[in-house]
């Protein structure tokens, strides 16, 4: 069964400055990767997806994620947050491309000081 | 299109006490999903379904029952509600097996006392 780890339940990090949040899992084959963010008050909403090709993926909103097989990681970067960026964030895994179900990690919540 | 919706957005119960949640999907989407959102266990699968007339349980079904009666509109029962499943719950719908992007609506606030 698949499983995701997000150790760093909360981030705190200058407007400006450069962000990396990190996302491990935890599957026997070739996992199908997403990270969802979760503005206050709002449902989630997907920033990028991994299924294969190119492990340097780009999302929404400047966001990108690095797939490294070695580490079984995930990680989500952007080179400058900005305010709005202030949110949760979730990684999520999937047996396939097409799996019916998603597991999720336990989310990280970003916080952007001025 | 409005998306997903979720009806209603905050409702609070007392321990017992039965409510229905009704989440509604106007983009012809086959999956639909329900989850819970609890502090620091993310999001957990109650119940899901991948066509009208289909239900299967999810991680974390007991407790809850739901349906799928018409292709836009998935339901989530809770008969007898406990202090437990205070939570925020969220509805998702995917378009089918192949394409692979959940879209949430906006939850709903449920509190049990």
């Known amino acids: 069964a698949q499983s995701v780890t997000q150790p760093d339940i909360h981030i705190t990090v200058s407007e400006g400055a450069s962000l990396e949040l990190r996302c491990n899992y935890s599957?026997?084959?070739?996992?199908?990767l997403f990270w969802y963010v979760q503005s206050p008050g709002q449902g989630l909403q997907l920033l990028l997806k991994?299924?294969?090709?190119?492990?340097l993926v780009q999302g929404i909103k400047g966001f990108e994620a690095e797939f490294k097989r070695s580490q079984s990681s995930f990680n989500l970067r952007k080179p400058s947050v900005h305010w709005s960026d202030a949110a949760e964030y979730f990684c999520?895994?999937?047996?396939?491309?097409?799996?019916?179900?998603?597991?999720f990690g336990q989310g990280t919540r970003l916080t952007i000081n001025p | 299109n409005a998306g997903v919706t979720q009806t209603p957005k905050f409702r609070v119960l007392k321990t017992g006490q039965s409510m229905t949640l009704l989440c509604a999907q106007d983009?012809?989407?086959?999956?639909m999903y329900w989850y819970r959102q609890d502090p620091g266990m993310g999001l957990r699968l109650i119940h899901y379904?991948?066509?009208?007339?289909?239900?299967a349980k999810g991680e974390v079904p007991d407790g809850y029952n739901v349906s799928r009666l018409k292709k836009q509109n998935f339901l989530l029962g809770l008969e007898s509600a406990a202090p437990s499943q205070t939570s925020v719950y969220f509805c998702?719908?995917?378009?089918?097996?192949?394409?692979?992007?959940?879209?949430f609506g906006p939850g709903t606030r449920l509190t049990v006392t």
């Open positions: 599957y026997g084959a070739t996992p199908y």
């Open positions: 999520a895994v999937g047996a396939s491309r097409g799996a019916q179900k998603l597991v």
């Open positions: 991994y299924f294969s090709g190119d492990t």
């Open positions: 983009m012809n989407h086959e999956y």
């Open positions: 379904s991948v066509g009208e007339g289909t239900t």
């Open positions: 998702a719908s995917r378009r089918g097996q192949g394409e692979s992007e959940q879209y």
